[in-house]
């Protein structure tokens, strides 16, 4: 039930920002897509995406340190979670601004990338995110990749850990593998 409201709430979301921005319309949400347990969370700015995220499908969201040679305590997954709680990792950050700035997009999933399994999310017009990628970050072991096409086709950028801007991409991913 979590599930449709959130998506309730994206749909109602980006038919107010399916046109161009203005200072009457309110800035776009940020969300979390879990690959899977294919379930979509929404936050408006200024709330906690990832407190929304495991109060409606009992997910608790692992972001490891954006630096690789940055010291982190234990992992979640290395301690006693919750009754009915299951960690899940960032793999990407999708933003709407250069420079990883705006609202963003993350990608969860139950485990790290492996550098040889390929995730798949498109379109990212279902979640409200077509040609809306400015910048992005890649976690938990991932490259990130965006595609023009909905199925992966097409110009691209990428495999690549984080990109701060995307040249001619800009404004122009339609589709994201991680691997």
């Known amino acids: 039930m979590a599930s449709a409201v959130a998506l309730t709430a994206l749909l ?25 347990t294919r379930t979509l969370v929404c936050v408006d700015p200024g709330e906690d995406l990832n407190r929304a995220v495991l109060e409606q499908t009992h997910l608790l969201v692992v972001t490891p340190p954006a630096q690789p040679d940055a010291v982190a305590g234990a992992a979640p997954a290395d301690r006693l979670l919750p009754a009915g709680v299951r960690a899940t990792f960032v793999q990407s950050q999708l933003y709407d601004d250069a420079g990883y700035g705006g609202s963003f997009f993350q990608i969860t999933n139950s485990s790290a990338c492996n550098g040889s399994t390929t995730w798949y999310f498109g379109p990212l017009g279902s979640v409200g995110w077509s040609g809306r990628v400015s910048s992005f970050k890649s976690f938990s072991g991932c490259s990130t990749k965006l595609w023009q096409g909905t199925g992966y086709t097409g110009a691209s950028y990428g495999y690549a850990v984080n990109a701060s ?3 001619s991409m800009n404004d122009q991913a339609n589709s994201v593998t991680l691997r």
Do not use: I, K, N, R
């Open 12 to 36: 109602v979301g980006m038919s107010a920002t399916a046109g161009p921005a203005s200072a009457a319309e309110p800035a776009a949400q940020s969300c979390s897509y879990d690959l899977g």
């Open 165 to 167: 801007s995307l040249g």
